[in-house]
């Protein structure tokens, strides 16, 4: 009797060493995937860091027109006077400036 009873102990206590190691494997899972540095947090780290990646490139090639366009105004007159035409509607003595103006459309008004 005593021989069974202690089998039984030792298939309850390697029932419940699997079943341990199974909720801490399951967690471990679960952490991995889900966690502050899981994978799904990892993921979405790498996408927004694409993102900015992205961003970083477009900021460089607008920093870079607008230093040409500085330095055109900075050396040529005709870039000044193109800038002062188009943005302030400046022009020449003598020179008749004509503003056309679209009607608003039907579907507008």
Do not use: Y
């Not at 899972?29 to 780290?45: A, C, I, K, T």
């Not at 477009?58 to 193109?82: M, T």
């Amino acid at each position: 009797m005593k021989d069974e009873r202690g089998r039984a102990e030792v298939g309850l206590r390697k029932k419940a060493a699997i079943l341990a190691s199974i909720i801490v494997l399951v967690g471990l899972l679960v952490g991995s995937l889900f966690g502050d540095r899981g994978l799904l947090q990892l993921v979405s780290q790498r996408e927004r860091a694409d993102a900015l990646a992205r961003d970083i490139e477009q900021l460089k090639a607008d920093n870079s027109r607008l230093a040409a366009d500085i330095g055109a105004l900075r050396r040529d007159p005709a870039a000044i006077e193109r800038l002062a035409r188009e943005e302030l509607g400046l022009a020449r003595p003598g020179e008749t400036v004509f503003v056309i103006r679209e009607e608003p459309s039907a579907d507008h008004r």
